[in-house]
């Protein structure tokens, strides 16, 4: 059983730019979950998607967007790059079934994004 | 939202048990006591939940007060290899349910 990777580890990039960072999920699970975390504070839900489609969203803009493939591998894209959008980008996933989701989320190492 | 709240840090000597606690006074019928850790420079990993009785497996074990307003994490005999941020999180078994970590208890063990 693989577990959840991300890539690329560590990415650096200016304001402006755009940025899309990738995650697989852990063999057999539907559901992956996308956090920011800041230096010194704890994740921040920026989204969720369940069989490819969006299932709930935390107070973040637009710019920030994903997608979530029939292999359940998923992509995080953030468009027009803040200052403050440098932070470690974490995503994780889980089964749900039956209109439950699974009670534990597996994450992965996470992004290292810095934006100068 | 469901909130939780922590203490900032906490220490503890290697080899004795450690009480993390956590108070969640919104706490809804359906919402499960969750617990996740970070070790440095990794993701988030799983340790235990629960929802009205207390749990035990492996890592650790859970306490939940009989109002469910406040619960604690029990590590038996804490390790430095348990040092690391533990987070108290509130999450409803639905689909579309956010899941809100806090600030969370940075745990120092000393040897």
């Known amino acids: 059983e693989t577990g959840v990777t991300q890539s690329p580890t560590h990415l650096i990039k200016t304001r402006g730019q755009q940025v899309t960072l990738r995650c697989s999920s852990q063999s057999g699970h539907n559901t992956v979950s996308w956090y920011q975390q800041a230096l010194g504070q704890g994740p921040q839900f920026i989204f969720q998607?369940?069989?490819?489609?969006?299932?709930g969203r935390g107070n973040f803009p637009p710019r920030f967007s994903g997608l979530q493939f029939p292999n359940y591998s998923s992509e995080l894209n953030v468009n027009a790059l803040e200052l403050d959008d440098s932070a470690l980008y974490l995503c994780?996933?889980?089964?749900?079934?039956?209109?439950?989701?699974?009670?534990?989320?597996?994450f992965g190492p996470g992004t290292r994004l810095l934006v100068l | 939202d469901a909130k939780t709240t922590q203490p900032n840090s906490m220490e503890s000597n290697e080899e004795e048990p450690v009480h993390l606690p956590c108070n969640h006074s919104?706490?809804?019928?359906?919402?499960?006591i969750h617990w996740y850790r970070q070790l440095p420079s990794q993701g988030p990993e799983y340790v235990i939940h629960?929802?009205?009785s207390n749990v035990n497996n492996r890592m650790a074990s859970l306490a939940i007060a009989e109002d469910r307003k406040s619960s604690t994490l029990i590590l038996h005999r804490a390790t430095l290899r348990d040092a690391a941020v533990y987070y108290c999180?509130?999450?409803?078994?639905?689909?579309?349910?956010?899941?809100?970590f806090g600030s969370g208890t940075k745990l120092n063990v000393k040897p």
């Open positions: 998607y369940y069989r490819e489609e969006e299932n």
């Open positions: 919104t706490i809804s019928g359906t919402d499960y």
């Open positions: 994780a996933s889980s089964l749900a079934y039956g209109g439950r989701e699974g009670e534990t989320q597996y």
């Open positions: 999180i509130l999450r409803a078994v639905v689909i579309r349910n956010k899941f809100y």
């Open positions: 629960g929802l009205t």
